[in-house]
């Protein structure tokens, strides 16, 4: 194989990683011209695609969490490019590549280079772009507030083990959500706009999302009362809540909150009492695995009302 360039934006914090070095250098020995570009403070990511495009790179690797690959993909399609993505997962959580069958390990991921790209869609709120999942609500928060450290330690676990340490600030949030043939009004503990599944280290907020069928899945968890009372009980005897949802599949919905509404992008914090969130069809080429569970054409689809 001759001829094929790339270009890794890896997190800094990834620098001395072994498997990552070595992921690279047997890729390079395969005919595949790598080019590293690290990540040093906020709007690097960003910086680095730019560069790279008018470098006229093709072919960008995101190699880190999901911040990372948000930035990335942002970036990406706000420049309108043809170039392509290729995930790494170097993160807590890598959500997104957990839910799209994209390997953990280095070497693997990087074997999806050789995998066509195929276009996924995009979510867009505000004139911010997300990959994944928008979540809102004490889940939010939990993601918000665990340390650096913690996951270190625990891994995904982290953010589990920080929702049950904070309980005695569990509250609700009210809120009112509009889409076509749409309407729900209410206070809620947890919700998802999703264009991947699961988030906040594994939690499958959206399920049956998927990522190129131009939709973004909503789900909601409502707070009547008595499911506040009882929710730590369900979470620490491991019982499911699934029932419990409200789950649409939308092009678009509107948030409306009085007080506002404390909102996870991605790993990005963000806050607004009217937003619009939106899904941008096709608007990434991504090289993800055939069987990915995160496209249509793996799967018969039924459609919630």
């Given at each position: 194989?001759?001829?094929?360039?790339?270009?890794?934006?890896?997190?800094?914090?990834?620098?001395?990683?072994?498997?990552?070095?070595?992921?690279?250098?047997?890729?390079?020995?395969?005919?595949?011209?790598?080019?590293?570009?690290?990540?040093?403070?906020?709007?690097?990511?960003?910086?680095?695609?730019?560069?790279?495009?008018?470098?006229?790179?093709?072919?960008?690797?995101?190699?880190?969490?999901?911040?990372?690959?948000?930035?990335?993909?942002?970036?990406?399609?706000?420049?309108?490019?043809?170039?392509?993505?290729?995930?790494?997962?170097?993160?807590?959580?890598?959500?997104?590549?957990?839910?799209?069958?994209?390997?953990?390990?280095?070497?693997?991921?990087?074997?999806?280079?050789?995998?066509?790209?195929?276009?996924?869609?995009?979510?867009?709120?505000?004139?911010?772009?997300?990959?994944?999942?928008?979540?809102?609500?004490?889940?939010?928060?939990?993601?918000?507030?665990?340390?650096?450290?913690?996951?270190?330690?625990?891994?995904?676990?982290?953010?589990?083990?920080?929702?049950?340490?904070?309980?005695?600030e569990l509250?609700?949030?009210?809120?009112?959500?509009?889409?076509?043939?749409?309407?729900?009004?209410?206070?809620l503990l947890?919700?998802?706009?999703?264009?991947?599944?699961?988030?906040?280290?594994?939690?499958?907020?959206?399920?049956?999302?998927?990522?190129?069928?131009?939709?973004?899945?909503?789900?909601?968890?409502?707070?009547?009362?008595?499911?506040?009372?009882?929710?730590?009980?369900?979470?620490?005897?491991?019982?499911?809540?699934?029932n419990m949802?409200?789950?649409?599949?939308?092009?678009?919905?509107?948030?409306?909150?009085?007080?506002?509404?404390?909102?996870?992008?991605?790993?990005?914090?963000?806050?607004?009492?009217?937003?619009?969130?939106?899904?941008?069809?096709?608007?990434?080429?991504?090289?993800?695995?055939?069987?990915?569970?995160?496209?249509?054409?793996?799967?018969?689809?039924?459609?919630?009302?």
């Amino acid at each position: 194989m001759t001829g094929h360039r790339a270009i890794l934006i890896l997190h800094g914090k990834q620098a001395l990683n072994e498997d990552v070095r070595s992921a690279v250098a047997q890729k390079r020995d395969e005919g595949w011209q790598i080019d590293v570009r690290l990540t040093w403070e906020g709007g690097d990511a960003q910086r680095l695609v730019t560069e790279a495009l008018a470098a006229g790179h093709t072919q960008v690797i995101a190699g880190g969490g999901d911040g990372t690959l948000r930035d990335i993909a942002e970036a990406l399609a706000l420049a309108e490019t043809d170039a392509e993505l290729t995930i790494m997962p170097l993160g807590t959580a890598n959500d997104f590549a957990r839910a799209a069958g994209v390997p953990l390990e280095p070497k693997e991921a990087l074997d999806l280079l050789d995998v066509p790209a195929r276009p996924i869609d995009l979510g867009e709120v505000d004139g911010r772009v997300f990959l994944n999942m928008a979540t809102g609500g004490f889940g939010s928060q939990v993601t918000a507030n665990t340390s650096e450290d913690l996951k270190k330690v625990l891994g995904g676990a982290a953010y589990l083990f920080t929702g049950l340490t904070r309980f005695s600030e569990l509250s609700t949030a009210y809120g009112e959500l509009n889409g076509p043939d749409f309407h729900w009004r209410g206070d809620l503990l947890a919700l998802g706009i999703g264009n991947g599944r699961q988030a906040g280290g594994g939690h499958l907020l959206c399920p049956t999302a998927f990522a190129d069928d131009g939709l973004l899945d909503i789900s909601i968890l409502p707070a009547p009362q008595e499911l506040v009372s009882t929710l730590r009980g369900l979470l620490e005897g491991g019982l499911g809540i699934d029932n419990m949802f409200i789950r649409a599949r939308l092009p678009w919905v509107e948030l409306k909150s009085a007080q506002g509404l404390d909102i996870n992008l991605d790993g990005e914090p963000l806050k607004g009492e009217n937003l619009r969130f939106s899904a941008r069809p096709g608007a990434l080429h991504v090289h993800l695995p055939a069987h990915s569970e995160l496209f249509t054409a793996n799967h018969t689809i039924s459609r919630p009302d």
